[in-house]
């Protein structure tokens, strides 16, 4: 069994595939048997996401993240692996989560409900307890410089995705190209996702960075 656990450590696409093979069977892997482990991981990923877009789009935006004035929320801090991601390391055993926890992470992640969720699918894989992980959350964040033209855009602008990146390379002079990505959808900014090493020094992430958005040009909604 352990070479099964190395075999699908870090192709997240094959343990999934399993399971589905074992559901259809009737059969049942051990406990813990394809489970990704707590703090095995190789980087992180701090996703930033440009609230005025998802404010501008959501079917039921989050009050607290939309009832403010905020430019980049942060989505989540992502253990990954070099080529895929570990996720729900705990399963249902993941450890509870103060409300003085989520209230001090409030600024940057407003929603508490997406905060809860990050910390079971991603956090739990960090290897560190809720208040030690939203700590190293918010030294994350604090590690990045916002480019000034998107601190507060009082008008909409469309500029390109590699326009953004190397505004984010600029505001940060030790980001390598190949450290972000922009995310687009719906042909606005959504998320910028920056790859950092355990220490959170800026580091390459080549398959994050070959799944940035190629559109030419996304609409970057005011802060309101």
């Not at 990954?80 to 409300?99: I, M, T």
């Amino acid at each position: 069994m352990a070479g099964l656990r190395r075999l699908v450590q870090g192709n997240p696409a094959l343990k999934r595939a399993l399971f589905a093979i074992a559901a259809a069977c009737g059969l049942a892997f051990p406990a813990g048997a394809l489970a990704d482990r707590p703090g095995s991981f190789d980087f992180y990923v701090l996703s930033l996401s440009w609230t005025p877009s998802y404010c501008a789009t959501a079917q039921r935006p989050d009050p607290d993240e939309c009832g403010g004035t905020h430019n980049f929320t942060v989505h989540g801090l992502w253990p990954q692996y070099e080529h895929g991601e570990p996720d729900f390391c705990a399963g249902s055993n993941a450890p509870w989560v103060n409300r003085s926890t989520l209230e001090a992470i409030s600024d940057l992640m407003p929603d508490r409900g997406l905060a809860l969720h990050e910390w079971r699918k991603h956090g739990t894989c960090s290897g560190l307890r809720p208040e030690a992980y939203f700590a190293l959350v918010r030294q994350a964040y604090r590690k990045v410089a916002i480019p000034l033209t998107l601190k507060s855009p009082d008008d909409e602008i469309s500029l390109s995705p590699n326009a953004i990146e190397q505004a984010f390379i600029a505001a940060n002079p030790n980001l390598p190209p190949r450290a972000i990505a922009v995310e687009c959808d719906g042909g606005r900014l959504a998320e910028v996702r920056i790859c950092m090493d355990r220490n959170l020094a800026f580091r390459r992430c080549n398959e994050i960075d070959m799944g940035a958005c190629r559109a030419s040009l996304i609409k970057v909604p005011p802060v309101r």
